[in-house]
């Protein structure tokens, strides 16, 4: 290809190397650079606000499928643009398309945090006073009626703050959309067909990297107390440990806002006039152009009539890549059941007792390198062992098969329900109760006008958290803040004990040595499946880009994504969100009544729907997957075929 001096380029040899198809494009290692960095951003943001989906739930007191509706509004953004983006964003300045596209993504990421500024601070329910002495002053069981339930309620917006975290990642996912589909089509224009599946390995893999920082910023913000500087830190009487913690949830999202702004400045800088000079120098624009000239330009009919001027309309052009197999095969019904990773975190925190901060820190240090490391691991045998169409097919469903069987072992790694008396066992230790409102008083705290709606936790000295102090008959105090004991505990009931040492301590008890044993052994098969499943995304990815025509790539990309966000991005994290909560045993409840957030779960019942529903989807998947692969080998044998009398007519020719 040589520049001619009117600053055109020319076409040496119709039979052009794909090593020409690169020299075009001498800044192409700048956009790869810069759609590294967008990713990057945008997994990180996204990433971020999955792992604060507990707080968003206490914050702002709502249940598990609302936060699910939080979580799947950046699918509808997504969805309400995506398919224009990706037909006309080809024929525009992709790369500032993508630069647009990124600030919008900053703007609604600090629209998620403002609520943090418009609501007042976070009012915490509990029966210890900031100002205890060491004197018996406060008396948790006490004759009197308790305090009302309503008392501020007059204070609360009448707006719920959750709509500008709902709006906001509207406009994120709004402002995601061009980034895949502009920015992968542009790569593969650009880059040598052997180097492209590499390309995008790196790519992915750098949007994997961008959890494992997402998910570390949430850990860290999580330690951070929601209203930090605003209040003073020793009357905060909570741990992060504790249901009703709050951290600086917030915090994270100005942050990450700030990042994804930064990441629009090279798309500014980067090129778009190469292309379409080179599209009308490749050997396909040749070979079209020969077939055009012996064509009507005015695309007249057989009839002679003159149709409209435009030959290639939208729906035609919908068609082709809609009905590829290959969606069908391999990413639409796959990626339905991973969208459960937005309650990951939690089923960490809720099944093995640990804290938000500590499940993300896990989530983001363990669990995502494996999906990184497996997905650049997956390019590079794509591009060593060369693997074509079925091969690769084949690999991606081999991965997710080997996965799924490793995921059953997660049934048996399993724990017990946290003992709470009146909600999992009785006062007097039974297990296996079936909990009700009234089965929170015994004749040990019948005496003492407790509440039933609140939610106070203590932990006994014979191992049993009790909802409150007050319901575990607790009748006086000593040690102040964090350090308040409760003494003289009539429904703490340990053997040969004097009932003037039988105590409660803050917060919930600790889960038995068993659970301990077993989350190691959970963490280990996690990192292995994830590995192994993630083998399997880009040559799957792959897959869908190689048997798309090259005019349609962007296209048939964003038609992908869109079915994606359509059966798995927008339902999933609402009915999973909706399962979660059928399994809640206490909830807690808003200052002006009305059910709040959950406070604990049915361990046992937690692990089962949500294992279950995950597997079970991608049971469904496989069924489908198999039916894909029937019409794919289908298709390869017809094109086989056509190739060999292809090949047959042009011998008999010569």
Not at 34 to 54: E, P, R
Not at 85 to 94: D, I, N
Request: charged content about 15%; hydrophobic content about 40%; proline content about 6%.
């Amino acid at each position: 290809m040589e520049k001619t001096a009117g600053n055109t380029w020319m076409l040496d040899d119709p039979l052009q190397s794909s090593a020409e198809k690169s020299s075009c494009h001498p800044n192409l290692k700048m956009f790869l650079a810069a759609l590294s960095f967008a990713y990057f951003a945008k997994a990180l943001s996204g990433s971020y606000m999955k792992s604060t989906i507990t707080q968003l739930e206490r914050r702002f007191d709502i249940p598990s499928y609302l936060i699910g509706i939080i979580d799947g509004s950046f699918e509808i953004g997504n969805l309400l643009v995506i398919a224009f983006v990706s037909y006309f964003g080809a024929k525009l300045h992709r790369p500032k398309i993508i630069a647009l596209g990124c600030v919008l993504m900053s703007f609604g990421t600090f629209l998620i945090a403002m609520p943090h500024f418009l609501i007042g601070s976070y009012k915490i329910r509990t029966a210890v006073r900031p100002s205890l002495n060491s004197s018996n002053i406060l008396t948790p069981c006490s004759p009197g009626p308790p305090e009302s339930a309503m008392t501020g309620c007059e204070q609360e917006s009448s707006v719920s703050m959750w709509i500008y975290v709902f709006l906001g990642n509207v406009l994120r996912g709004i402002g995601e959309t061009p980034v895949q589909p502009l920015g992968i089509s542009y790569i593969d224009d650009y880059a040598r067909s052997e180097n492209a599946a590499f390309y995008i390995g790196c790519v992915q893999t750098i949007s994997v990297i961008g959890p494992v920082f997402g998910y570390v910023l949430g850990s860290l913000c999580a330690k951070i107390y929601v209203d930090v500087g605003n209040v003073d830190m020793e009357t905060v009487t909570i741990t992060p440990g504790d249901a009703r913690w709050v951290g600086a949830w917030w915090l994270g999202y100005i942050i990450t806002g700030v990042v994804t702004l930064m990441s629009a400045v090279p798309f500014w800088f980067c090129p778009n006039l190469c292309l379409s000079r080179w599209r009308s120098t490749t050997p396909a624009a040749v070979r079209s152009r020969r077939v055009s000239s012996k064509t009507p330009r005015d695309c007249s009919t057989s009839s002679g009539r003159r149709s409209r001027p435009t030959c290639t309309r939208w729906p035609k052009s919908t068609r082709k890549p809609s009905l590829h197999p290959v969606p069908m095969c391999d990413h639409h019904p796959v990626q339905l059941p991973h969208r459960n990773v937005t309650y990951k975190p939690k089923y960490i925190e809720q099944h093995y007792g640990l804290s938000a901060s500590k499940a993300n820190f896990l989530m983001g240090i363990i669990n995502i390198p494996a999906v990184a490391l497996g997905m650049f691991s997956g390019g590079l045998l794509m591009r060593n062992c060369k693997l074509g169409t079925m091969g690769a097919a084949k690999f991606a469903f081999g991965t997710s098969l080997l996965g799924y069987f490793l995921s059953l072992l997660f049934f048996a790694m399993g724990c017990e329900n946290a003992k709470v008396a009146g909600v999992t066992v009785s006062y007097n230790g039974a297990e296996n109760l079936s909990y009700q409102e009234r089965s929170l008083f015994s004749e040990c705290n019948l005496g003492c006008s407790c509440s039933r709606r609140e939610w106070d936790p203590v932990c006994g000295t014979n191992g049993i958290t009790y909802v409150t102090p007050c319901l575990a008959g607790c009748t006086a105090t000593s040690g102040s803040g964090k350090n308040t004991v409760f003494e003289n505990c009539r429904c703490v009931t340990v053997p040969d004990a004097l009932p003037l040492n039988l105590t409660a301590s803050l917060g919930q008890c600790p889960r038995g040595d068993s659970c301990e044993r077993v989350f190691p052994y959970f963490l280990a098969l996690s990192v292995l499946s994830s590995f192994i499943i993630s083998l399997g995304g880009t040559p799957g990815f792959m897959l869908l880009v190689r048997c798309i025509k090259p005019e349609l790539k962007s296209l048939a990309l964003g038609i992908h994504t869109l079915a994606t966000r359509t059966l798995a991005g927008i339902p999933a994290p609402i009915y999973f969100g909706a399962i979660i909560d059928s399994t809640c045993l206490k909830w807690g409840y808003k200052t002006c009544g009305g059910r709040g957030a959950c406070r604990i779960y049915n361990t046992s019942a937690y692990r089962i729907v949500y294992l279950g529903l995950t597997l079970g989807l991608r049971t469904a998947s496989f069924f489908l997957c198999i039916l894909g692969f029937a019409v794919l080998k289908k298709t390869d044998q017809n094109g086989g075929e056509k190739r060999s009398g292809q090949r047959e007519r042009r011998t008999g020719i010569s």
